[in-house]
């Protein structure tokens, strides 16, 4: 099993499990995991998903480049494969709860797409971060030049593109590829995790759809955004913890 979803309480964690390959992610396992992410999205329980690696140590090396070679005549392959490699991207980055990678080492190529494709991310000291293809002669996908350029701005992002460079954990927090450095990245994202599943959900992910239409070129409200401001005072959520915050102000 090479992709696997566990579920604690309100967090779910989905690990890549290839250590063999130091996780990189073959095509049958860029088609499971938008199944996965949805299935979380789906259980009404987990408020939560964190993206890690089932072997501390290290995140995903990126794409299976050995199968990208035995492969690469093949036209219908490579249609294949880039449309499954999108569809895991986008299924992180449009996923309706918050999406924490917990980066345990190195996170490169198609990994670090992943990780960007997450909500927050959190690296230990020891990772190693990079985008690679240019050392490959490929080409980043749009979709995912995107996420890189919303995370660190046009010119990092050249730079890292360019470069195809890897670099260290503290210079990624500097440029704003990651949001934190902590020694034990995964119990950070469970931290991080709980503190946000015991807050009202709808807030949460109201936000979250709010910051992707954002990213997506929205600059200003619509119809619909200020509906979500405006309902959530009706929600039965809202009188319930304004009545909880008197309660605990009496």
């Known amino acids: 099993m090479t992709l696997r979803l566990e579920t604690e309480g309100a967090v779910a964690r989905l690990l890549i499990d290839r250590p063999n390959k ?4 073959s095509q049958a396992m860029w088609a499971a995991l938008p199944a996965l992410v949805d299935q979380a999205m789906r259980d009404d329980g987990i408020k939560v998903l964190i993206l890690t690696s089932a072997t501390p140590g290290f995140f995903c090396a990126g794409a299976d480049i050995g199968e990208f070679a035995d492969h690469s005549t093949s036209e219908e392959w490579r249609a294949v494969n880039q449309t499954a490699i999108r569809a895991s991207h986008a299924a992180l980055a449009h996923a309706s709860k918050p999406v924490i990678a917990a980066i345990d080492g190195d996170c490169i190529g198609g990994g670090c797409g992943l990780a960007m494709a997450c909500d927050i991310r959190i690296a230990a000291p020891h990772a190693r971060l990079g985008i690679t293809p240019a050392k490959l002669g490929i080409v980043y996908s749009l979709f995912d030049t995107k ?21 260290d954990a503290p210079e990624a927090l500097s440029i704003g590829l990651i949001e934190e450095i902590a020694e034990d990245p995964l119990a950070r994202a469970l931290a991080i995790a709980e ?4 807050n009202a959900q709808h807030s949460v992910r109201a936000t979250k759809a709010i910051v992707r239409r954002i990213l997506d070129g929205q ?6 955004t200020l509906a979500l401001f405006r309902d959530a005072f009706a929600r039965e959520e809202f009188a319930d913890r304004v009545a909880a915050f008197r309660n605990r102000r009496n």
Do not use: C, H, W, Y
């Open 147 to 167: 996420l890189l350029v919303d995370l660190v701005g046009p010119g990092q992002a050249k730079r890292l593109l360019f470069s195809a460079a890897l670099i």
């Open 22 to 25: 130091r996780n990189a992610m």
């Open 195 to 198: 503190t946000i599943a015991i």
């Open 219 to 224: 600059a200003d409200d619509d119809s619909e």
